[in-house]
């Protein structure tokens, strides 16, 4: 099992940028592929995007393409979600999460098998 951290979130104005991070605690960080998540309210559980255990492999939800990166540092057990260009629209608890052999799909959430607690990304217009 894997704990994990989010922090970086906040209040921020649309065209601003902001970067989250996260940082596991447990296992073997660096053998697993991480996700972004993320729960506007009224809203189910969203793919943002995916990064394999390497760093080498990234795939992104369409409505972030282009405007959000990630990245990982394994020696610092650290994922982060670069965030540009925001809009009222990615207002959202934003949830990382730790994959370790799951073979179901990665845009999808039970396809993850440790999250952390969420950090709260509001975006006004």
């Known amino acids: 099992q894997v704990q994990l951290e989010e922090s970086g979130g906040g209040l921020v104005q649309a065209g601003d940028s902001l970067r989250l991070s996260c940082v596991a605690s447990?296992?073997?960080?660096?053998?697993?592929?991480m996700g972004w998540f993320r729960q506007a309210p009224g809203l189910e559980r969203e793919f943002v995007a995916y990064?394999?255990?390497?760093?080498?492999?990234?795939y992104y939800a369409d409505s972030v393409k282009g405007r959000f990166t990630i990245s990982r540092d394994n020696a610092k057990r650290t994922v982060y979600l670069q965030m540009n260009s925001l809009k009222p629209e990615d207002t959202a608890v934003y949830y990382c999460?730790?994959?370790?052999?799951?073979?179901?799909?990665?845009?999808?959430?039970?396809?993850?098998?440790?999250w952390g607690q969420g950090t709260q990304v509001t975006v006004s217009s």
């Open positions: 999460a730790a994959r370790h052999y799951s073979s179901v799909s990665y845009r999808l959430p039970i396809g993850y098998d440790d």
């Open positions: 990064i394999s255990w390497s760093g080498g492999t990234t």
């Open positions: 447990g296992r073997t960080f660096s053998n697993s592929a």
